[in-house]
Every structure is written in C-alpha cells, then in structure tokens.
C-alpha cells in the first residue's frame, strides 16, 4: 500500500496516507481502536471500497489493473459471524466460489469435503444450514468458503470475534495451523492486541484517523513502542506477555527432587536446592510436589500434595509459560515435562528470574510462537 488514504463522501477521513509492506505467506494483523480505519483499509486491498488517493500494489501490478471480480476471486474473504448465505447448506456455501469459477459439481464438492477436513468441521455437517451451526462451527466454514478456490490472498476482518475465548483460541490455533500448511499471505483485521500478538508476522498499529503508529513484528512491538499511544495500547504487563517470545530450553533443570510415588523411604529427603520433592507417577508424569516430612512415613498420600502448576515443554513453551507455571505453584518452583507429559526436571522462579534478566541484555527475542 503506496500512501493510501480514504475519505468517505461526507468528508470522514478514514485512512490517512498509509504506507504498508505487506509480505508474501505471512499473517499481517492490522490493529487499532474501533473507528482507526481498518475494515476500510481491508476492503480497499480487494476493491470493494476504492482509495481516494495512493495505490495498492499486489506482486507489483496496481490492482486497478485487474478486473475486479478476478481481484475478488483471488482473495478469500472472511467477515465476523462467518456472512455465510443463510439459504444455503454449508456445503453449497462452501463452493460458492468454485462453481463461480466453472469447477464441475463433484470436483467442488471434493474440495468441499478436504477443507471440512481441514478446519476441523465433521462432514457430517455438510448438509444442515448455517443456523444449524453453533458459531464456531460457522466461523470455521467461514474460513473453509474463503479457502475453496484457493486464493493466494485471505482478508479476514475480526473473523473471530463473536465467539467465546475457549472457541476463539480453538480457531486462532486452527489458523495458525492452516497457515503453516498453505502459506497464504493473510490480512487480519482485529482490535485485541492479544490475537494481533499471537498471530501477526507483522502487526500494524493504527490510531484514529487511519493513521499508522508502528508497524514491527510482534516482540519488537512489546519490547519497543514507537510512542505512548502504542503503548497504552499494548496494555499494563507487555513486560509479561513479551517473555512468550524468549525460548524456555536454556534453563537449567534439576532432576534431584524428582522422586517417583513409590520410592522407598530412604530417597525421600531433599535433593538438590529446594525442601520439595516432586512425586510423579509410574509413568514418570507430575502429580504434585511434596514436603519431605509429610513423605516419610513411606507412603504418598496423593491428597496432601501440593499443586504443581502448569508444567511447561523446554524447546517449545517459551519463558512465559515457565514462569507461569512456577508462579502458580505454592513452592515456587515449575516443572517440565517431555511431549508424553513426563517430567524432565524442576526450575525455580528465580532460575528463571535469571533466565529473563540474561534475555534482557541480550535483549533479542528469538521464537515466534507465543505460549
Ligand atoms: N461508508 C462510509 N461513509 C462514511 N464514513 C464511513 C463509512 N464507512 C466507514 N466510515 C467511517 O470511517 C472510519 C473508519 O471506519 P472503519 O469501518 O474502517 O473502522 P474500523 O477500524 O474497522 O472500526 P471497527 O473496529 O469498529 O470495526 C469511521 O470513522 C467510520 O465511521
Ligand atoms: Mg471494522
């Protein structure tokens, strides 16, 4: 986008002069409060609003050179409450733009099936009407109807707002996921700076008036706000939420505590630097820590054990959810665990505090995945 700007027939200025790079088979998030310009940004990149001035370049070619109607169609777009044509069956809504194209019934209707596959929803569904759906199950046909004819591009505008947290983050992960097999270059619109975080390659702050604020990958956002504005906007604990971009596998685990519910008696005394011992089951997976004193009598009351917070999986949790898990338990300390659930060692909150204060200087977060 070359210094884009919109103004609305009676005289709202609703993008100002915006200069955007948006890059190939990444998530873009444009942000910002509700009224800043971002639908109107959205739908001017497939042309169902037209710029005033400034111009919209997609693999270089002005899109005012394309047709519109091939514009459209090489752009799948997904709106909140999925838009999906109420008097259709989710299987015809899903092949709306396939048949458009001229596919045969029973090729789009394969596609159809693929993608029901692909974003979760059972097939079994394919006949009933959008109102049948809960809507999550609508939204999730929403983006199965914007993938069906494979589009390089996808316009999502807060496609995930109307449902609740748990289904939301259902969806966000579907996304990520979807993404990570199709790489489409995606433009999500949303005003929660937690989504913007958790999904943006690149995240757009805009401020009322369709004025850009920052434009940054998430952790140089909550690490660096351009200004107040941004950083009023990014919340109380970006400190907090920027530890999801620092990895978790630099810490250093002890093993000493560790003692499986059936030990003898005689191992049952503190290990290594915490009064704690952290009893887990035959399968070596977490159960609760324990104080020695109450463990000695050679036997582990499961009941009496204190909890053990969220464990976290070194190499793939970041700093955030270590910390969290250490923080929710009343030793202190948090514990990790392999992909089967096993413990592979406790850390404390200050080894941890120590890990954070290291990401500090170094002061380059390193993953992308937010946890
Ligand atoms: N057709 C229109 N005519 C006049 N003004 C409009 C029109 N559409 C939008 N606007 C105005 O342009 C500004 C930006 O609107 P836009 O819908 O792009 O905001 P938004 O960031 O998507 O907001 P929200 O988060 O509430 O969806 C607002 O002040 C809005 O009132
Ligand atoms: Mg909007």
Known sequence: MDSVSKRYPDGTVAVDRL????????????VGPSGCGKTTTLRMINRMVEPSEGSILLDGADIRQQPVNSLRRS?????????????????????????LLGWSKAKARERAAELMERVGLDASLAKRYPYQLSGGQQQRVGVARALAA?????????????????????LQDELLRIQDELGKTIVFVTH??????????????LRTGGHL???????????????????????????????????????ELETGPIVPVDADATRLTPHGSTPYLLVTDADGRPLGWGEPGALTAGAVDAGRLLSHGRPFRPGKDSLRTAL????????????????????VGVVSQAAIGEAIRTAHTEDRPEVTAAG
């Open 150 to 170: 494979d589009p390089p591009v996808l316009l999502m505008d807060e496609p995930f707002s109307a449902v609740d947290p748990v289904v939301r983050k259902g």
């Open 75 to 99: 752009m799948g777009y997904v709106i909140q409450n999925a838009g999906l044509f109420q008097h259709r069956t989710i299987i015809d809504n899903i092949i709306t733009v396939p048949r």
């Open 213 to 251: 604020a920052q434009f940054a990958p998430p952790a140089e956002l909550l690490t660096a706000p351009a200004d107040p504005f941004v950083e009023d906007f990014l919340g109380a604990d970006r400190g907090i939420r920027r530890l999801s971009f620092f990895p978790s596998d630099g810490l």
């Open 19 to 30: 200069s955007l790079d948006i890059p190939d088979r990444a998530i873009t998030v444009l």
């Open 192 to 205: 929660d700076i937690d989504e913007a975080v958790k999904l943006g390659t690149m995240v757009a702050v």
């Open 324 to 343: 969290d898990g250490a923080v929710l338990s009343p030793t202190g300390w948090a514990v990790a665990v392999d992909g089967e659930g096993r413990a």
